[in-house]
């Protein structure tokens, strides 16, 4: 079992930096790809970036390439999320997920309860 917890969440105004960390414990950590998601108010949740395990391989949602950065530092078994450039529909609950393996991939086995990220304009 891996519990994950997020922080660094807050209110920004348009155009200002967040970093969100999402601190994991429980099993080995760095076996793990990692995943930030997010969910605005009355919409589906949305894959945002991934990691995986070596950092060798990333995916972003287009609509935040360029502007934010999905980074992990296995000894503090961390994964961070650098989000720069923010619009206020990046206004979203942002969640940390792990996958039970080191690569890509669509399912996910452990969440964290989310950080909040409001952007105003």
């Known amino acids: 079992q891996v519990q994950l917890v997020e922080s660094g969440g807050g209110l920004v105004q348009a155009g200002g930096s967040l970093r969100l960390s999402c601190a994991a414990s429980?099993?080995?950590?760095?076996?793990?790809?990692m995943g930030w998601f997010r969910q605005a108010p009355g919409k589906e949740r949305e894959a945002v970036a991934a990691l995986s395990w070596i950092g060798d391989s990333t995916s972003y949602a287009d609509s935040v390439k360029g502007r934010f950065t999905i980074s992990r530092d296995n000894a503090k078994n961390t994964v961070y999320l650098q989000m720069n450039s923010l619009k206020p529909e990046d206004t979203a609950v942002y969640y940390c997920a792990a996958r039970n393996v080191p690569y890509l991939g669509t399912g996910y086995a452990y969440w964290g309860q989310g950080t909040q990220v409001t952007v105003s304009s």
């Open positions: 429980g099993r080995t950590f760095s076996n793990y790809a």
